[in-house]
């Protein structure tokens, strides 16, 4: 009937969707870098590490985009964003509409998708654990969220995440055009301290603060309801110890980049010193010639032609 909103909930049969959408990943990304990727390949003329890292942030971007697009449209027509009481009042969130569930059966899919694409694109050995780091790590993190009933804090925590990923992928590609680009990596630095503290204080008011204080306490398995003292603990140590991670390996990029700038500048500054000045010796004139230091006349030079 008109007026009525269907909702949905978390079962076995998700499994079949998610399959369903895996194969469909696994199609737009094979167009992503037929039609888009490769033709900018061909142009750039990269390196086979870099081309590899170019094609990785051009996928990602274009994910990253879509997504942090996608969940701020539900952010914004469920009323979330608005009202920050509601991530976790009226938990558990058990029924979701088609556009909630449909965002995290995708997501899910896309990052199973990631795994076999490392096969595809031929990455090489050592890249694969950094790969498989971050791959578990959102499966991880996504797939607590919706089956703990923690979707709207989901949300708003992928919101930021993909945005955060988003600006750096976006740096990563204008540094491959052009290596002379690299403010865009300063504003993202900016962008991704902002991220981590915004998700820690979320995350702790929402599930370390909200939680604690709504009605339906305790665990029942039937009804979805997971609110207990261990389990929110669980989930903010994870949640800590992921940003905790992510902030490491931020400060060991920053790092290297601020070495390989001294060590450029250190470069730089030797050429200029190990480069002697030219010195002219006069020689002395003799009937009009003049002649070098050893007596003998300079020889005339030649005259190339064009």
Request: charged share 20%; aromatic share 14%.
């Amino acid at each position: 009937p008109e007026g009525e909103v269907s909702v949905y909930h978390c079962g076995w049969r998700d499994c079949v969707t998610i399959l369903f959408y895996f194969l469909i990943t696994i199609i737009l990304h094979a167009v992503v870098q037929e039609y888009v990727l490769d033709k900018v390949n061909r142009r750039l003329h990269l390196s086979k590490s870099k081309n590899t890292k170019f094609n990785e942030s051009g996928h990602l971007c274009v994910f990253h985009l879509v997504s942090s697009l996608w969940s701020l449209y539900i952010l914004i027509t469920e009323g979330y964003l608005l009202n920050l009481s509601s991530l976790w009042e009226n938990y558990p969130h058990v029924h979701l509409r088609f556009q909630v569930k449909f965002f995290y059966l995708f997501q899910i899919a896309y990052w199973l998708h990631a795994l076999p694409e490392l096969y595809f694109q031929k990455v090489r050995k050592e890249e694969i654990p950094r790969h498989l780091k971050y791959i578990s790590l959102y499966l991880l993190h996504i797939s607590l969220a919706y089956l703990l009933n923690l979707t709207r804090v989901g949300l708003v925590l992928l919101f930021l995440q993909y945005l955060s990923e988003l600006g750096f992928h976006v740096a990563r590609l204008f540094y491959f055009t052009d290596e002379s680009h690299h403010k865009l990596f300063d504003m993202w630095a900016v962008g991704f301290i902002l991220t981590r503290m915004v998700t820690l204080t979320l995350s702790v008011l929402a599930v370390g603060f909200g939680l604690g204080r709504v009605e339906s306490q305790g665990m029942d398995w039937e009804a979805g309801n997971f609110n207990t003292l261990p389990l929110r603990m669980a989930v903010l140590l994870l949640v800590c110890l992921t940003q905790a991670w992510l902030l490491w390996k931020f400060i060991r990029f920053q790092l290297r980049r601020w070495r390989e700038y001294r060590q450029e500048q250190a470069a730089r500054r030797r050429s200029a010193t190990r480069q002697p000045a030219r010195t002219v010796k006069s020689g002395h004139h003799e009937n009009g010639v003049i002649k070098a230091e050893n007596g003998a006349s300079p020889r005339p030079k030649k005259i190339k032609t064009p």
